[in-house]
């Protein structure tokens, strides 16, 4: 399985980043080969559809897993459509929602907000 997860800087040791759509960059994560890749993520300058447009290159690179903090109604559609299941991050780095992850600790993100539409998070 392939987790993505949404980081300010590229390794485990990185926070998990607030802004799914605006993450600088995005940890795809092996389960079974326990590989790491960086993805940087394109869509962080963009002006306007930021969400949609991470959601599809995590979408692209086969993730069946999005661990995030938050995530707007139009990247959770393409997510959903995706069969990507998204869950609620723990506060802490990469390396620990994936230790998380692992230990069945993590819940679904229930919460989908109606995206920020060219507004930062606070």
């Not at 389960?31 to 993805?39: A, D, G, R, S, Y």
């Not at 998380?100 to 606070?122: C, Q, R, T, V, W």
Request: glycine share 8%.
């Amino acid at each position: 399985m392939r987790i993505a997860i949404p980081v300010d800087e590229p390794s485990l040791d990185a926070p998990v980043c607030v802004s799914f759509g605006r993450a600088p960059y995005f940890l795809l994560y092996n389960t079974v080969t326990k590989e790491t890749e960086f993805l940087d993520n394109s869509a962080a300058a963009a002006s306007g559809g930021a969400g949609i447009k991470a959601a599809q290159a995590v979408a692209d690179r086969g993730t069946q897993a999005l661990i995030s903090p938050r995530c707007g109604e139009n990247a959770a559609e393409v997510l959903n459509g995706a069969e990507i299941t998204i869950y609620k991050s723990i506060a802490g780095t990469a390396k620990e929602n994936l230790d998380a992850y692992d230990d069945n600790k993590l819940s679904a993100l229930s919460e989908i907000h109606p995206g920020f539409h060219g507004h930062e998070p606070k």
